[in-house]
């Protein structure tokens, strides 16, 4: 914490501030006295202000001193993307050549390493063509690294921007590089980073059997910890899976470099888009709660620059807002491609502080006067439980809803609360 000191000379006369010079002149002038200018003078107090301005909050990348002795002499395999970036704006990557860091391969999750892929898209192994690295591919059939796409890797660096919520797939692959680096002995680094939606814990609890790639543990829709933390909970929780049913439990060798100057109740807005349809810090923040949309017949806007801002469908009430989705960059295909679509546009509206559920009752009970089909089979896996939607199918309210969350996150914040590292 840095600690500016300044002095505020305050004149207290009856004819204030903004007049001073010119009382002090006709004093002067009347009385030919200057000991009546030291009267006045005498008559300033001063004061001794303190204004705390906090240290900007550094991410586990650009608290380097605490990983780069680990990696010296070591050959070292990484997974990041576009987010892995220091304050500075120097890619991971980049920094670690020239640190003389012995770098052997890159591990892309979905969107690729450099981002640019759609949600869902086939990324294939390939080279880095800025520094000729090979690049290893975690997504479609290899969520997880083979032990020969490991082999020669000595310690491994993961580095990605999580955004706080279960079904954002950067956890998932956490959880496969862990389980990976723990069959193989690889000790694991992870560079930690602000979670942007901060503490907020909120949502139904995944059911077992509805585990998937956007659902992989028995947490709520919003976790509220940074993807360091969530490390540790797949570590301390025993959630990762040996490859063979005779092998036991095993645990990654983990190590944590930790963000500094960093609470939970910060702002924190992200260097760079997490992925090509979060663009800006409130498509983050709205992301949770308009991305169980994606398993309905309702837009969230891709195909437009409004991504996770906005929703609508051609079966949805004209209330003087539409728009029509067409392929762009991270949306080749965007549903309702071509067609108006009408909704709301929630680009101003103030930050959520939860999972709103009211944007999707709301279309839920517009779309049914028109007997279209509203839900489809991916809303299970992105609520993590058939109740949700049978609930909303039921009529039930936004506040019984909620009511029957409370003892599953109240367990999860208890069971949270031991792999917490920021207050």
Known sequence: ????????????????????????????????????????????????????????????????????PILKDKKVGIVTNQTGILSNKTHLVDFLIEKKINLQKIYAPEHGFRGTADAGELIKDGKDTKTGLPIVSLYGNNKKPKPEQLAGIDVMIFDLQDVGARFYTYISSLHYVMEACAENNIPLIVLDRPNPNGGIVDGPILEKEHTSFVGMHQIPILHGMTIGEYAKMINGEKWLNPSTSSEQVKQCKLE?????????????????????????????????????FEGTNISVGRGTEMQFQIYGS??????????????????????????????????????V???????????????????????????????????????????????????????????????????????
């Open 353 to 423: 502080n939860r999972l709103e559920l009211k944007w999707l009752i709301k279309a839920y009970k517009e779309n049914s006067e028109t007997k279209n089909p509203f839900f489809n089979d991916f809303f299970i896996k992105l609520a993590g439980t058939k109740k949700l939607q049978q609930q909303i199918e039921s009529g039930v309210s936004e506040t019984e809803i909620r009511k029957s969350w409370e003892k599953g996150l109240e367990d999860f914040k208890t069971m949270r609360e031991k792999y917490l590292i920021y207050k």
């Open 1 to 68: 914490m840095m600690i500016y000191r300044f002095s505020i000379r305050r004149i207290n006369t009856i004819v204030g501030v903004k007049n001073t010079f010119l009382f002090l002149f006709l004093t002067m002038i009347s009385c030919g006295n200057c000991k009546k200018t030291e009267e006045i003078s005498n008559q300033t107090s001063v004061e001794t202000k303190e204004i705390k301005i906090s240290e900007p909050i550094k991410t586990g990348a650009d608290n380097s001193q605490a990983y780069l």
């Open 314 to 351: 051609p079966y949805l009430k004209n209330t003087g807002f539409s728009f029509t989705p067409k392929p762009n960059f991270g949306a080749k295909d965007p549903v309702w491609n071509g067609k108006e679509c009408f909704g709301e546009d929630l680009t101003k509206i103030e930050k």
């Open 256 to 292: 944590i470099i930790t963000c500094l100057n960093y609470n939970r109740n910060m702002q924190y807005d992200l260097l760079a888009k997490p992925s090509p349809n979060l663009p800006n810090s409130q498509a983050i923040n709205l992301y949770a709660s308009l991305c169980l």
